[in-house]
């Protein structure tokens, strides 16, 4: 089976902006998280997806939002950039309970 | 309300001493999950295990042990024989039941010295 994917895997984006960062879980499996991590605040829940619906969300401001698809790819949009946005954005796969999450490579997201 | 605590920043140990990282959790629920993942310095988290709240028992795998002990909230990992390739950050992490929003502790930074 192939394992998590995100795209693109580096982005460099200037204060203000918008990204979106995707992920495709692995195969069968319908829930999708994001993660946030920094040096400073090490790996944070940003929301979880499952069957198109935000089941779970973290503390993050509304800048932060998601989606799922149909066929369980998620994306993850940042609006309005700030310095402090720049982290490694982590996407993680997993089955409908407390399934072992399987993580992807993660993207790369400096903020000039 | 969920907490992992890995008090250990950085180890350092030479190629094939021993090594036990430890990870003491907090949390309300009398059912819960506990994960252990290795990031290496690609950055992927790589899953090594997964213990339900109600399975006590010590496992072994390969050089690889974890100890979990509810009486003391604590799920400690042990490296036997260590390699060089053990050289990552360690994350310890802790799930409600029917949850997938996991909560980290900070990481262990262990740096195996050839």
């Known amino acids: 089976k192939a394992g998590v994917t995100q795209t693109p895997r580096y982005l460099i984006k200037t204060r203000g902006q918008q990204v979106t960062l995707s992920c495709s879980p692995i195969s069968g499996h319908r829930s999708v998280s994001w993660y946030q991590q920094t040096p400073g605040q090490g790996l944070q829940f940003l929301f979880e997806y499952f069957s198109e619906t935000q089941r779970n969300k973290g503390n993050f401001p509304g800048r932060f939002s998601g989606r799922q698809f149909s066929n369980s790819r998620s994306e993850m949009n940042v609006s309005t950039l700030e310095l402090g946005d720049s982290a490694l954005y982590l996407c993680?796969?997993?089955?409908?309970?407390?399934?072992?999450?399987?993580f992807g490579p993660g993207t790369r997201l400096t903020v000039l | 309300a969920q907490k992992v605590t890995q008090a250990q920043t950085e180890i350092s140990v030479v190629e094939k001493e021993d090594v036990t990282l430890d990870c003491v959790y907090e949390t309300r629920d009398t059912t819960y999950y506990l994960f252990w993942y290795k990031q290496p310095p690609s950055g992927e988290l790589v899953f090594l295990i997964r213990?339900?709240?109600?399975?006590?028992q010590n496992e072994i795998s390969g050089r690889y042990s974890w100890n979990f002990q509810k009486s003391t909230s604590s799920f400690n990992f042990t490296i036997t024989a260590s390699q060089v390739v053990d050289s990552a950050v360690y994350f310890c992490?802790?799930?409600?039941?029917?949850?997938?929003?996991?909560?980290f502790g900070t990481g262990t930074s262990l740096t195996v010295i050839p």
């Open positions: 992490a802790l799930s409600a039941y029917f949850s997938n929003q996991f909560y």
């Open positions: 213990r339900n709240s109600f399975d006590e």
């Open positions: 993680a796969s997993g089955g409908q309970g407390t399934d072992t999450q399987y």
